[in-house]
């Protein structure tokens, strides 16, 4: 089974910062890669999907690259409302494994 | 507007069983897969199982497979976790997931509130 690793495990950054987080597969797979926002005390919620696709109402600051096994997740200018855990996940095949997961804070 | 309504949770003893359910309203829930996800409490997330959209393919994570069975009724809107044989470490927060298409290896873009499981003697 394909592995997913996700760093930084937490950050701390400024409002305004640009901050990238990482997810890394033991192994790697075709563009099948979704990034989920969990805000604390909130359920998760989807923001980007197929690597890059932004799902509909989430803001522009959020950005998704990356193929094969190395996959980035990008907030160019940290809000903060943007106080959340962010996970990765791969949906190319069972099982839909998760990344454990960055939380990011504001500093 | 989607939601998805767990409910089902509780205490109970290693060894026992539990049957969760997802009541789905506001969409066409035989258009889509499923998921059904969970949280251990202030840890990370772990899939759990899929169904699509029929429920005719359905797949688990390896630690339940051969304990946990999910089904869907489409007629009544509903989806269902039965778990048997639960372990401690089966303890966290069942969330139901509607999948964005009708085969379940794809994104979850709703999910439901949660239904939380403790395994506990």
């Known amino acids: 089974d394909i592995q997913m690793t996700q760093s930084p495990s937490s950050l701390s950054a400024s409002v305004g910062d640009r901050v990238t987080i990482t997810c890394r597969a033991s192994q790697g797979f075709s563009n099948y890669l979704a990034w989920y926002q969990q805000k604390p005390g909130k359920i998760p919620k989807l923001l980007i999907y197929d690597v890059s696709t932004l799902q509909s109402g989430v803001p522009s600051r959020f950005s998704g690259s990356g193929s094969g096994t190395d996959f980035t997740l990008t907030i160019s200018s940290l809000q903060p409302e943007d106080v959340a855990t962010y996970y990765c996940?791969?949906?190319?095949?069972?099982?839909?494994?998760f990344g454990g997961g960055t939380k990011v804070e504001i500093k | 507007q989607v939601q998805l309504v767990e409910s089902g949770g509780g205490v109970v003893q290693p060894g026992r069983s539990l049957r969760l359910s997802c009541a789905a309203s506001g969409f066409t829930f035989s258009n889509y897969a499923m998921h059904w996800v969970r949280q251990t409490p202030g840890k990370g997330l772990e899939w759990v199982a899929l169904t699509s959209y029929d429920g005719s393919n359905r797949d688990y994570v390896d630690s339940v497979k051969g304990r946990f069975t999910i089904s869907r009724d489409n007629s009544n809107n509903t989806l269902h976790l039965q778990m048997n044989g639960l372990r401690t470490e089966d303890t966290a927060i069942y969330y139901c997931v509607r999948v964005r298409s009708l085969i379940g290896e794809s994104p979850g873009d709703y999910w439901g509130q949660g239904t939380l499981v403790t395994v506990s003697s």
């Open positions: 996940q791969k949906y190319n095949s069972a099982p839909l494994t």
